[in-house]
C-alpha cells in the first residue's frame, strides 16, 4: 500500500527510514507538524517487531489488552489517518549525503532525496556464530516461538536477559518435558528469575553444538538463541556513524541526532535504556521536534 501526497515532492522534509513504532510516530509529529516526510520500509506491513509478536503487550499503558500484531495495525491506521506518505517493499541499498541533504537508493535505482534522514530500522537478533539455518535452533523471540510445538520437548534456552527468561518459563507453559536456561551472566528482571526453578538455571561459560542439538554436551530437541540484538544499520555504512560500545547508533539524547549532522536514530537502533513501544515513539517525537526546530531556523 502507497499514500501520495499531491504531486511527490522531489526533496522531502525527511526520508524516515522504518516503519515500527518509532518511525511511524516520527512521520505523523512531522506532518502535524506542517513537514512532507516519506517513510520507507522493507517489509510489505507497518508495525516493525510488533508484526512478529503475538504476545499481549500489557506494558504498554495507553493500550491495554492489546497484543503485538494490533499495536501495528494502530500504527497503520494512524499513518492513513495522517495521510503520511509511505512506501511498503521499498528496502534501502545505501544512504549518501549530497548538496540538499542526503540521498537514499532503493531497488531498480529509485532514488529519494530528503534535507534530513531518520533512522528507524530497528533491531534482529544474533543468532549462533557460524552456525547452519536449522528448524530445531529458534533464534530470537517472536511468532515462530509462539507458534511452535514444545509438548514433550527438551529445551535448552541460550541467554541471560529478559527474554530467555521470559521464552523459558512460555515454553514450560506450552508443556516441554523440561527447560534448562544456560547465561554466563543473568541480567533478567528479579521477577523473571524468580520464577524459574532454581535448578532449570546453569550460570557460567557453556558450549554449544548446533548441529547435535547439545550444549555441555547434554542432548536437547530444541535451542532457542535469546543473545539480544543488533541494529539493522548496514546500509548507512557509507556516514561512518559513531557506534557505542555494543555497536548500537550512538545519538545526542535530548535530539536523537547522530554523529553525522543531520542524521538522526531513534527507538532500538539507537539502544535507548528502556526499549520498548512506549519509549520508541516517544524517540520518534524527539527526532520530529528537533527537526522541526532546524527547519523552521533555516525559514527564519
Not at 509529529?29 to 517487531?49: C, I, K, M, Q, S
Not at 508484526?51 to 500484531?69: C, E, K, Q, T, Y
Amino acid at each position: 500500500m502507497r499514500i501520495q501526497s499531491t504531486g511527490l515532492p522531489s526533496l522531502y522534509d525527511a526520508i524516515v527510514v522504518g516503519a515500527g513504532p518509532a518511525g511511524v510516530s516520527c512521520a505523523v509529529w512531522l506532518v502535524r507538524l506542517g513537514f512532507n516526510p516519506v517513510l520507507v520500509d522493507a517489509a510489505d506491513a507497518v508495525g516493525g517487531l510488533c508484526r512478529i509478536n503475538p504476545f499481549m503487550d500489557d506494558w504498554n499503558a495507553s493500550l491495554p489488552g492489546v497484543n503485538g500484531l494490533q499495536v501495528a495495525d494502530n500504527l497503520s491506521k494512524s499513518l492513513a489517518q495522517t495521510k503520511v506518505e509511505y512506501r511498503l517493499k521499498w528496502p534501502v541499498q545505501t544512504v549518501r549525503t549530497c548538496a540538499s541533504g542526503f540521498e537514499v537508493l532503493g531497488l531498480n535505482n529509485d532514488v529519494l532525496k530528503g534535507r534530513y534522514l531518520v533512522l528507524a530500522t530497528g533491531v534482529k537478533a544474533r543468532g549462533l556464530s557460524n552456525a547452519l539455518p536449522n528448524p530445531r535452533v529458534l533464534v530470537g523471540p517472536g511468532r515462530h516461538v509462539a507458534n511452535f510445538d514444545f509438548t514433550n520437548q527438551r529445551v535448552a534456552v541460550l541467554g541471560g536477559g529478559d527474554n530467555a527468561f521470559e521464552n523459558a518459563l512460555f515454553v514450560l507453559e506450552k508443556g516441554a518435558r523440561n527447560v534448562q536456561v544456560f547465561a554466563r551472566t543473568v541480567r533478567a528482571q528479579r521477577q523473571f528469575v524468580q520464577q524459574l526453578p532454581a535448578s532449570a538455571l546453569t550460570i557460567g561459560t557453556y558450549t554449544v553444538d548446533s548441529d547435535s542439538l547439545t550444549v555441555n554436551n547434554e542432548p536437547y530437541d530444541v535451542l532457542l538463541v535469546m543473545y539480544g540484538w543488533e541494529p539493522n544499520v548496514e546500509f548507512a555504512a557509507e556516514l561512518g556513524l559513531a557506534r557505542t560500545q555494543r555497536g548500537f547508533v550512538s545519538i545526542n539524547f535530548e535530539t536523537a541526532e547522530t554523529s553525522c549532522d543531520g542524521v538522526y536514530a531513534i527507538g532500538e537502533v539507537a539502544s535507548r535504556q528502556h526499549p520498548c513501544v512506549v519509549t520508541a515513539l516517544a524517540d520518534g517525537v524527539t527526532a520530529a521536534k528537533a527537526i522541526q526546530a532546524r527547519l523552521e531556523a533555516n525559514v527564519n
